[in-house]
């Protein structure tokens, strides 16, 4: 696939798409579970250091999403999600199969791999990367 205008729209798109999913679920657990529930369910499926990762995940969720959205340093923020889904699937979900409505791994399977390959190609001439000096390289 060429460098042309409709690889930079499908950046676009998916990048908002995936960086909404994120800020939403970043929130949720900022607002809605608290942190101190997500520390008690990541203290609950024995994930590392719940206390730190707690802060760690929805802050990445909330704010990582936002920056998918904007595309800025986006080959950074993408992996990092990419990992905090690695985490989740390992931790949570591989366990349950396959499908989300039976606690499986389809959503953070998704996003995990939409963000690998947004970070892997950059985030496209419509986004912060390209317009800020010094940034562009990530497009």
Same mark, same amino acid.
């Given at each position: 696939?060429? #460098?042309?205008?409709?690889?930079?729209?499908?950046?676009?798109?998916?990048?908002?798409?995936?960086?909404?999913?994120?800020?939403?679920?970043?929130?949720?657990?900022?607002?809605?579970?608290?942190?101190?529930?997500?520390?008690?369910?990541? #203290?609950?499926?024995?994930?590392?250091?719940?206390?730190?990762?707690? %802060?760690?995940?929805? %802050?990445?969720?909330?704010?990582?999403?936002?920056?998918?959205?904007?595309?800025?340093? #986006?080959?950074?923020?993408?992996?990092?999600?990419?990992?905090?889904?690695?985490?989740?699937?390992?931790?949570?979900?591989?366990?349950?199969?396959?499908?989300?409505?039976?606690?499986?791994?389809?959503?953070?399977?998704?996003?995990?791999?939409?963000?690998?390959?947004?970070?892997?190609?950059?985030?496209?001439?419509?986004?912060?990367?390209?317009?800020?000096?010094?940034?562009?390289?990530?497009?």
């Amino acid at each position: 696939m060429g #460098t042309g205008w409709h690889r930079d729209i499908a950046l676009l798109i998916a990048r908002v798409g995936i960086g909404v999913i994120f800020v939403a679920h970043g929130w949720q657990k900022l607002n809605e579970s608290t942190i101190e529930g997500v520390q008690a369910f990541f #203290t609950s499926i024995n994930a590392p250091l719940p206390e730190i990762t707690a %802060y760690v995940v929805t %802050y990445l969720e909330l704010v990582g999403g936002a920056m998918l959205i904007i595309g800025v340093l #986006t080959p950074l923020v993408g992996f990092l999600l990419f990992c905090n889904m690695v985490g989740a699937f390992v931790l949570v979900h591989v366990e349950h199969g396959v499908f989300v409505e039976d606690g499986g791994f389809e959503l953070v399977l998704a996003l995990g791999v939409g963000s690998l390959l947004i970070a892997a190609c950059g985030a496209g001439a419509i986004s912060l990367d390209r317009m800020l000096p010094g940034l562009s390289r990530f497009s």
